[in-house]
C-alpha cells in the first residue's frame, strides 16, 4: 500500500472511532443561531436522531448516521432520513473544509397534514401528497447570512385535489389538477417553474434573489382556476403571463 493511501486509510479509522463516541448533541450546538433548532438529541454522531426545528416550528424527527466513504473526498457526510406523520425525506447532507453544505438526493413525500401546516401562516391549506423526486442543493453557507451562490436542481409533483384560502378576509376553495415543479439554476440564482402535469401549462414561478428573498409569481391561467379572472389587458388570451408576482425575506 502507498504510503499517502495508509495515511487516508489511518484517517478515516480515526475519524470513525471519534465519532463513534462523541455525543449528539455537539449537533445540536453546531446548528447556526435562528435558523434552526435540535432538540432531544440521541445517541452520537456516528448514529443518532434529534426533532428538527425550524423558524419555531417542528419539522420532524431527523435520524443520520455517518459515510465514512465521503472521507475520500475529504467531507463530513450523513446520510439523513426526516420523518413526520405523514412525511417521511431521505437523502445526504456533506460539509467541504471550507464549512460550505451541499443536501444530495433529497427525495420522499409530504402529506397533506404537513403541507398545511407549512403553509398555515399564508391560508392556504392544501390536499393531495407532494412527492419530492429529487432534489440537489450546493453551497449552501449557513453563516454567511446570505444566499449567494446556492445552486438547486430537483424536481417535485403534487397529486392535486381541492386547496382552501383566505383571501381579503374571505374563505374560498379551489380544485387544481395534478401539478409538477422543475427547479433549476441557470444562472446565479435557483428558478422554479410549476406547471399542469397533462398540458406542461405554465401556471407559477419562484425565484431567490440577492436581496435575500423569494419571489412568488402568479399566471393568468392560474387565476382562471382560481376563478379569479385577472382583468384584461395586454395579452389577456395569454394564460402563462406573468401578472402578479409578490416576494418574501427568507434570511
Not at 92 to 99: K, N, V
Not at 128 to 134: D, F, H, M, S, V
Request: glycine share 10%.
Amino acid at each position: 500500500m502507498k504510503t499517502w493511501h495508509k495515511w487516508l486509510f489511518g484517517l478515516i479509522v480515526v475519524v470513525t472511532l471519534v465519532l463513534w463516541q462523541l455525543p449528539a448533541r455537539l449537533l445540536s450546538d453546531a446548528l447556526p443561531t435562528g435558523q434552526a433548532a435540535l432538540l432531544e438529541p440521541r445517541g452520537t454522531l456516528w448514529s443518532g436522531s434529534g426533532i428538527v426545528l425550524a423558524n419555531g416550528q417542528r419539522v420532524g424527527r431527523v435520524h443520520w448516521s455517518f459515510a465514512p466513504s465521503a472521507l475520500l473526498s475529504l467531507r463530513a457526510a450523513y446520510d439523513l432520513e426526516l420523518t413526520e406523520a405523514d412525511m417521511a425525506l431521505t437523502g445526504r447532507a456533506a460539509a467541504a473544509a471550507d464549512g460550505t453544505l451541499t443536501l444530495r438526493a433529497l427525495q420522499g413525500n409530504v402529506g397533506p397534514d404537513m403541507l398545511a401546516r407549512l403553509l398555515a401562516r399564508y391560508d392556504i391549506s392544501p390536499t393531495g401528497t407532494l412527492a419530492i423526486e429529487r432534489l440537489d442543493l450546493s453551497n449552501i453557507q449557513p453563516t454567511s447570512g446570505s444566499l449567494a451562490g446556492v445552486e438547486a436542481d430537483g424536481r417535485a409533483t403534487w397529486s392535486g385535489g381541492d386547496v382552501r384560502y383566505v383571501l381579503s378576509g374571505y374563505a374560498n376553495q379551489i380544485d387544481l389538477p395534478a401539478l409538477q415543479a422543475q427547479i433549476t439554476t441557470p444562472e446565479q440564482w435557483p428558478q422554479m417553474r410549476v406547471t399542469e402535469a397533462s398540458s406542461e401549462r405554465l401556471l407559477m414561478t419562484g425565484r431567490l434573489t440577492e436581496y435575500g428573498t423569494i419571489a412568488i409569481g402568479i399566471t393568468r391561467g392560474l387565476t382562471r382556476l382560481a376563478g379569479q379572472t385577472w382583468p384584461t389587458g395586454e395579452d389577456s388570451d395569454n394564460d402563462q403571463q406573468i401578472v402578479l408576482e409578490v416576494e418574501e425575506r427568507l434570511i
